[in-house]
């Protein structure tokens, strides 16, 4: 008897011990002391499909009026807009460019927003006669989608137009246990169209200098399963329910097997 459960307790060791140890913390390559990471710019680029909001403020309320378009349910409210505008948007085409009141069609692919908003002030400065207005520009649209081994996949918005991995991480619940940190995939397609796939290993600081660092709009965030869960998903009911009972008797014997080792 003694024999039987001793066996059957080291049976218990050796199956835990072949389990895989998933590594699940971020950063275990850092050392303890302050780790100073070079500050990175980032300025979110005009793409194809991108919707703009564009707004033309001034002390000429007449000048600006002809470079703000409202949605036609506000155009009765117009002369009390100026202060909290509703304005119509622009779609961004296949070629990069939008139709602006007045200025006609002009290329904005690439751009960032603020390069835009010197640029229409440049094609502007002849039409007023007193100060320059205030040009502002935001993409309505800049949202990324997360999907795989996170708490709560799906699709999330921002309103700053600058976003890190591990901030779109955040908004997802972060990773599962079963996600692998170190390979985890953005796809992206950019200004030109090009679909890109980018590779990270978040427990690597080179991850602070990739290109996929910040996320750009409509990226979409991959986050792989690692073997455990892979391993897992072969198994049908049955399967599951005979581990189940098997960890159940390993638990029992190892009960048994303490409470033999107490009594004698």
Do not use: W
């Amino acid at each position: 008897m003694k024999k039987n459960i001793f066996l059957f307790v080291l049976l218990a060791g050796l199956i835990v011990s072949c389990s895989p140890v998933q590594n699940i913390a971020y950063f275990p390559h850092f050392d303890k002391e302050i780790n100073r990471i070079n500050e990175t710019t980032y300025d979110a680029r005009i793409k194809p499909k991108d919707i703009l909001s564009i707004s033309v403020v001034s002390s000429e309320p007449e000048a600006s009026r002809r470079y703000n378009l409202f949605t036609p349910q506000t155009l009765e409210l117009i002369n009390s807009l100026y202060s909290q505008p509703s304005l119509q948007s622009y779609l961004v085409d296949k070629e990069g460019s939008i139709s602006f009141p007045i200025l006609g069609t002009l290329q904005v692919k690439g751009l960032s927003t603020k390069e835009l908003e010197l640029f229409i002030e440049e094609k502007l400065k002849p039409h007023f006669t007193q100060e320059m207005p205030i040009i502002t520009i935001r993409i309505l649209n800049y949202s990324i989608n997360v999907l795989g081994e996170v708490f709560r996949p799906g699709k999330f918005e921002t309103t700053n137009e600058r976003m890190t991995i591990f901030e779109g991480l955040a908004l997802a619940g972060d990773m599962t246990i079963y996600g692998r940190r170190d390979n985890v995939k953005v796809l992206r397609e950019d200004v030109n169209g090009e679909r890109i796939i980018y590779t990270l290993n978040l427990n690597d600081r080179s991850i602070f200098n990739s290109p996929a660092y910040f996320l750009e709009q409509n990226d979409v965030l991959y986050v792989e399963p690692n073997q455990s869960r892979a391993n897992s998903s072969k198994y049908g009911a049955a399967e599951t329910y005979r581990i189940s009972t098997l960890s159940v008797l390993i638990s029992l014997a190892t009960m048994a097997a303490t409470i033999y080792s107490i009594t004698r």
